[in-house]
């Protein structure tokens, strides 16, 4: 059985994705409802469908730029080395930060606290429920 094709909807999302990658505005651009845009984009992606085409439009647009993985940290390279007229310390600093987190230097971590910069409060509570004995 040959799978279904992307709806419109579906299909004008994974153009507009492309354009920011930025699913919530896609989704706004694709005609979903700006109310629930967030969950729409989010859920857009997860879906095997288009996630499989998106994945298959950013194969064809690096195919028909000619772009590698290797040129874009070639350019960074040139970038982030860049001292002549014109270079800016803003963008050496960016380009070295990009080059690392693709290496897997720099690791982001997020950290979360409660209130007052203290540490988040986790309360667990327990139901206890009588089974009815099934013979009664």
């Given at each position: 059985?040959?799978?279904?094709?992307?709806?419109?909807?579906?299909?004008?999302?994974?153009?507009?994705?492309?354009?920011?990658?930025?699913?919530?505005?896609?989704?706004i651009?694709?005609?979903?409802?700006?109310?629930?845009?967030?969950?729409?984009?989010?859920?857009?992606?997860r879906?095997?469908k288009?996630?499989?085409?998106?994945?298959?439009?950013?194969?064809?647009?690096?195919?028909?730029?000619?772009?590698?993985?290797?040129?874009?940290?070639?350019?960074?390279?040139?970038?982030?080395?860049?001292?002549?007229?014109?270079?800016?310390?803003?963008?050496?600093?960016?380009?070295?930060?990009?080059?690392?987190?693709?290496?897997?230097?720099?690791?982001?971590?997020?950290?979360?606290?409660?209130?007052?910069?203290?540490?988040?409060?986790?309360?667990?509570?327990?139901?206890?429920?009588?089974?009815?004995?099934?013979?009664?």
């Amino acid at each position: 059985m040959k799978a279904k094709p992307l709806t419109p909807k579906q299909a004008a999302f994974v153009r507009e994705y492309l354009v920011d990658m930025n699913a919530t505005r896609a989704a706004i651009r694709a005609k979903y409802s700006k109310r629930t845009a967030e969950q729409q984009g989010h859920r857009l992606l997860r879906n095997a469908k288009v996630g499989k085409a998106v994945a298959a439009a950013l194969q064809k647009r690096a195919e028909r730029l000619e772009l590698t993985q290797d040129t874009v940290v070639r350019g960074l390279l040139t970038e982030a080395e860049d001292r002549g007229k014109g270079a800016s310390h803003a963008a050496r600093v960016s380009a070295w930060t990009a080059l690392g987190k693709h290496l897997g230097i720099f690791i982001e971590r997020h950290e979360h606290t409660g209130g007052g910069g203290g540490p988040v409060e986790v309360i667990v509570t327990r139901r206890l429920v009588r089974v009815a004995d099934a013979n009664h």
